[in-house]
Each structure stands twice: as C-alpha cells, then as structure tokens.
C-alpha cells in the first residue's frame, strides 16, 4: 500500500520545527545526492519554464524523486509558480512509499533549510526581518525564520504592494507581526535578517544597504542568468551555500561575481555539511555580514519526506491509501 498525500495533508505533517531538525540531522549524517536534472521547457509567448528532476537516498533506508515544474509566468494567471510530486520508496526492496505533493514539500523545506542557516549565521538577538517577495513561499519563511528567532517587526516587500499585504495579513492571522512595506531600500538597511524568495533575474538587494551584523537569505536565483543581489553584497560579506556543488553549478548571485573574477570558489565559506557537521562554527561577531546562498538540495526533499513518512506510521495523518 502507498500512501498519497494532497498539498494541505503533506503541509500538516511538516510541522516546521521538527522539519528544520530532520534537515539538520540529514546534512550531518549525508546522503547519495547527485547534481539535479535540470531543463527549460517553452511556454510560448512568456519566459521560458524550468523541469527540475531531483532523486537522493539513504542506503538500506529510503530514496526519493522529485519532478518539479517552475513557471513564471502563473504569477499572472494567479496559479503558483511551482507544480510537482515526491515519491518515497524503500531503499531495500524498491517498494513504494508514499506519493506527496512536490510544490508544499519544496516551498516549506526550503524555508526550514534557510531557517537552520540562519540558526548559525544569524545573529540571536536579530529582531527584524524582511521577506523580498510575496509568493507561496514568503509565508513559510516567516513561519521557518520564527522557530529560532524572536522578531518584533516583520516586514514584506514585493512589486506589487497588494500581495504583500494579502501575505501580511495571512501572517498576522496566524500570529505574527507582519506589514507589507513599500521602500525596499529603507527596510533593507533597517532589517537584521533579510530573506530574498524572488524570481528575479536582476538585483534587488545591494551590498551597500547591509548594516554591520545583517544576514542575506537569497533563495530565489537558482540558475546562473537569475540575481537577488548585487555583486557588493557578495564581494565584502561572508558568503555560506547550503551544497556547494549545487551554488557553483547552478546560482547566479555566486556564479556571476566569480566568472567575473571578483571571487574566487574559496570564498564560499562553508555549507550546510560544513555548519550542521559543525566543521564551521557559522558567525563569528556581531558586526560580521553574513550571506546564505541557497539553490536547493534534493538531501531536504528527502528529510522532508522521511518526516512524512515517519509521521504517517506513527498516527494516522488521515492519508488516503491506494494500491499500486
């Protein structure tokens, strides 16, 4: 029997603390992961779409792909930009597992991933944050950011001012302090923890709006030709990557600045294995800038659905079952 888990039951049974922990524990011990597949597809008259194929497993344990599919241009039909599916099978008999909607496990695996690097390269007494973008994910990096950090202020910036209020509102719905702001720059150069979810492929954030002690979360730029930021706020910050396999072959905001040799690949501190292993202690002062570049991990996908997973046996998560 496999179990299939629409958005709203894989959500559930990612609850963020757990899911931040799972990730933790994953990085440390490691996995199989190979560099992920990845293809454009046309959408005609629009930009082009992106096929991520991501599998990873644990020996004797578990394995996992996810298809997912990024288009941009929903944005403008009101549909999310990320479509896809996980499938969890056994890593001794092959077995399927449990089938989960790939769009919920990405957007809130991700949040818990840049939470945990936040846990070790933000500052504990970071008191504000600013969420760069207002799509399905901004509402999961308040909520992932939230776990380790206690923000009196919580802003939301995107181009289009009403759905940075539609995510402000949702957040103070579930308790959080969160309004939709409109100088991008302004809240920029007030925030301790800034957390870019963007599509962009030009920067949004610059080096120079960075105040001692602040912490850049840029998730957005997963391809070479994407940026959140401006070279300066890569050149003269400590930079972090959650696999560096993964930042060198695929994010833009590292790739850009090192093809035009104003880094070098040593400039890439640690990643998550390094910080979670703890072969890198993370921040070093208060007054340190420090940058987390993120392009995804198909190690997360698969902490994430080992948590679903483990949840379903333990208790009923009330998933519908079906024989395949």
Same mark, same amino acid.
């Given at each position: 029997?496999?179990?299939?888990?629409?958005?709203?039951?894989?959500?559930?049974?990612?609850?963020?603390?757990?899911?931040?922990?799972?990730?933790?524990?994953?990085?440390?011990?490691?996995?199989?992961?190979?560099?992920?597949?990845?293809?454009s597809f046309d959408v005609p008259g629009e930009e082009a779409g992106t096929l991520l194929v991501m599998p990873a497993w644990r020996s004797g344990d578990h394995l996992g792909v996810k298809m997912v599919n990024v288009v941009p241009g929903n944005g403008a039909r009101g549909l999310p930009?990320?479509?896809?599916?996980?499938?969890?099978?056994?890593?001794?008999?092959?077995?399927?597992?449990?089938?989960?909607?790939?769009?919920?496990?990405?957007?809130?695996?991700?949040?818990a991933a840049s939470a945990l690097a936040a846990k070790y390269l933000s500052r504990p007494n970071a008191r504000r944050l600013l969420i760069v973008g207002a799509g399905k994910l901004s509402l999961n990096l308040i909520e992932a950011h939230s776990v380790h950090r206690q923000f009196d202020v919580i802003e939301i910036w995107a181009r289009r001012l009403e759905q940075a209020e539609e995510i402000a509102e949702k957040a103070r719905a579930l308790g959080f302090t969160a309004v939709a702001c409109t100088d991008l720059e302004a809240s920029a150069r007030e925030a301790d923890v800034i957390s870019c979810c963007t599509l962009s492929r030009e920067p949004l954030v610059l080096g120079e709006w960075l105040k001692p002690g602040t912490h850049l979360d840029l998730i957005g730029a997963f391809k070479s030709d994407m940026?959140?930021?401006d070279d300066a706020a890569?050149?003269?910050?400590?930079?972090?990557?959650?696999?560096?396999? #993964?930042?060198?072959?695929?994010? #833009?905001?590292?790739?850009?600045?090192?093809?035009?040799?104003?880094?070098?690949?040593?400039?890439?501190?640690?990643?998550?294995?390094?910080?979670? #292993? #703890?072969?890198?202690?993370?921040?070093?002062d208060d007054q340190e800038i420090t940058v987390f570049k993120s392009v995804g991990a198909a190690l997360e996908d698969l902490a994430g659905a080992m948590l679903v997973y483990k949840n379903l046996t333990r208790k009923d998560r009330n998933a519908v079952l079906v024989k395949l």
């Open positions: 029997m496999t179990h299939f888990l629409t958005a709203e039951q894989t959500s559930a049974a990612l609850e963020m603390s757990p899911l931040i922990d799972a990730i933790d524990g994953l990085f440390e011990t490691g996995c199989d992961m190979p560099v992920r597949h990845h293809h930009a990320i479509a896809g599916v996980y499938i969890l099978s056994s890593a001794k008999t092959g077995e399927l597992q449990a089938i989960m909607d790939g769009a919920e496990l990405t957007a809130r695996r991700t949040a940026r959140e930021c890569i050149v003269n910050t400590s930079v972090f990557a959650d696999t560096r396999d #993964g930042v060198f072959a695929e994010g #833009g905001d590292i790739l850009q600045p090192l093809k035009a040799g104003l880094i070098s690949e040593d400039h890439v501190k640690a990643d998550l294995y390094d910080l979670c #292993g #703890g072969n890198h202690a993370g921040r070093r």
